[in-house]
């Protein structure tokens, strides 16, 4: 059995395939203009010297801001779900996540078996995410894999009062004038950023084991910061990066072996149209298999599925997938223009379809 996790983030995008439960292979790359083209590009970087093809995998499960996008994957699922799956795998006794992402910051709290019990998510404001962080190794001229050491070489970390993105820059260039260095700029940034991420843990409360994911976990003066503010060591992956991949991984693992869990699982299809996110959702538990949504779209958006013996089931045609921010307008143009539809047929309210 061989499964993969993708995972098509803001900033950098992962995959991990398994092998009869081994990591076999793992990748990290930038996340290009066209999720399509990105998810491609990382699933053959990680097959690289591996003998494998995309015919070789069994399954695949997609995760990240991009999970939609991404062709050949048979399901995709939050990246908060991956998460706590994929750190359950390296640390079943880990319970309160800080997941640190290029463009958002989440606190999730797990159970034993690395399900979600609560969550919470900074998406808002840029302040401590992967895509902050670049701005001000940009301000302060270096490189962004160097900021972490520079910023454990401080000797007197500099207070900001904001890390609002524009404000902190502003900060940065007015300290740097005063002939402040940057390692205490740095230093005094993540402070902040530390006390920002603790107030976000404390929302999900905070249990004794904890970790951070995310590529700023590899910022080893961020991490000391957080490990100060929340007076609690981290429990850190080997790669941190990869942990929302290992958990699509796992999943798709699960996924191919469990039929009872797909059952009840919902499948999202979707789009990014630059004013937000489409997505079409089918809960493969209400779903019957009976077709009706197929007959209704007027735009062949479904086909219902007979696989490996399975009961049958509807989901976005594998043709459609790639067009479907062309095809499918939304609900409520598409009902303006049509009566009949998906949502009108499906007798067991299995679809549903959301900006
Ligand atoms: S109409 Fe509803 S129940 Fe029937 S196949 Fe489509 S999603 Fe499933
Ligand atoms: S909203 Fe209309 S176009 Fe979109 S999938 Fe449903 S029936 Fe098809």
């Known amino acids: 059995m061989i499964v993969a996790g993708i995972d098509i983030g803001s900033r950098a995008a992962k995959a991990v395939i398994m092998k009869d439960s081994a990591v076999i292979a793992a990748t990290i790359g930038d996340t290009g203009p066209e999720s399509v083209k990105t998810s491609y590009m990382t699933i053959n970087s990680a097959m690289e010297g591996t003998g494998l093809s995309l015919d070789d995998i069994d399954y695949v499960v997609a995760t990240g801001y991009g999970r939609v996008l991404v062709p050949f994957a048979r399901e995709n699922i939050s990246e908060i779900s991956c998460h706590a799956r994929g750190i359950n795998w390296y640390y079943p006794s880990v319970r309160t996540i800080l997941d640190m992402g290029g463009q958002d910051c989440k606190a999730i709290r797990c159970d034993a ?144 072996l469990g039929k009872e869990t797909r059952k009840e699982a919902k499948i999202q299809y979707g789009y990014n149209d630059g004013t937000g996110d489409y997505f079409i959702t089918i809960d493969l538990g209400k779903c019957d298999g009976c077709g009706k949504c197929v007959s209704a779209c007027p735009a062949s958006v479904f086909e219902v599925v007979h696989e490996d013996g399975r009961e049958p089931k509807a989901g976005v045609a594998e043709t459609a997938r790639k067009r479907l921010s062309i095809l499918c307008p939304g609900y409520r143009l598409c009902s303006s223009n049509h009566e009949i539809n998906c949502r009108s047929v499906c007798q067991h309210g299995a679809i549903s379809l959301t900006w």
């Open 113 to 256: 078996e690395g399900h979600i019990a609560d969550f919470v998510m900074n998406d808002k404001c840029a302040g401590g995410t992967g895509r902050f962080l670049e701005m001000i190794a940009d301000v302060l001229g270096t490189q962004l894999s160097e900021i972490g050491d520079l910023a454990l070489q401080s000797k007197n970390a500099i207070p900001f009062n904001t890390i609002c993105a524009v404000f902190a820059k502003t900060e940065a260039i007015a300290y740097l004038r005063q002939g402040v260095t940057r390692s205490d700029i740095l230093a005094g940034l993540n402070e902040a950023i530390a006390t920002r991420c603790l107030n976000l843990l404390k929302k999900v409360s905070i249990e004794k084991e904890f970790t951070i994911t995310g590529g700023i976990a590899k910022n080893r003066g961020m991490v000391a910061k957080i490990a100060e503010r929340v007076g609690l060591e981290p429990l850190l992956a080997e790669d941190p990066q990869i942990i929302g991949a290992l958990g699509a991984a796992l999943f798709a693992q699960e996924r191919y």
